[in-house]
């Protein structure tokens, strides 16, 4: 049997999220980042996320944020264009529930942006078409005739 030589195991390397509490400054799109929505997890660090621009790009998640920082599909990120590929980028930022809120409400983000979303329907198609009240309502008396 090895004699355990360190200071503890994958639990002591997870550490504590204090510092998901505090309060960051919101951090604004700069020449060459654009804001994009992620449509989808594909794994080995990548994502594929649509852009405000319109573009559907492959993003690389970076190694500052890997295991550290966990996006999901329908989540708003800040991505860094590549000078060389347009079809990918880097993911520089992940913005939180609020930050993406007040994202939109500065007008950064556009108003078809879905946000608070577990999947990323990406620009809303339902508007168009009039659709997204699935709610039917139904008076007393109809219900006792079924």
Not at 72 to 84: E, F, K, N, P
Request: aromatic share 6%; proline share 1%; with cysteine.
């Amino acid at each position: 049997m090895p004699k355990n030589k360190g200071k503890g195991g994958k639990n002591r390397k997870r550490g504590k999220n204090e510092a998901d509490d505090e309060k960051r400054e919101l951090v604004f799109k700069e020449d060459g980042q654009e804001y994009a929505q992620v449509l989808r997890m594909l794994g080995n660090g990548r994502c594929e996320a649509l852009c405000i621009d319109g573009t559907k790009r492959l993003c690389h998640i970076r190694g500052k944020m890997h295991k550290k920082v966990w996006i999901a599909s329908g989540d708003i990120i800040l991505v860094g264009l590549r000078d060389y590929q347009d079809d990918k980028a880097d993911v520089i930022l992940k913005y939180q529930a609020d930050e993406a809120r007040l994202l939109k409400a500065y007008g950064e983000l556009p108003d078809n942006v879905r946000l608070n979303e577990g999947i990323a329907g990406g620009m809303d198609e339902e508007d168009e078409y009039g659709g997204g009240d699935d709610y039917l309502e139904f008076e007393d008396e109809d219900i006792d005739k079924i």
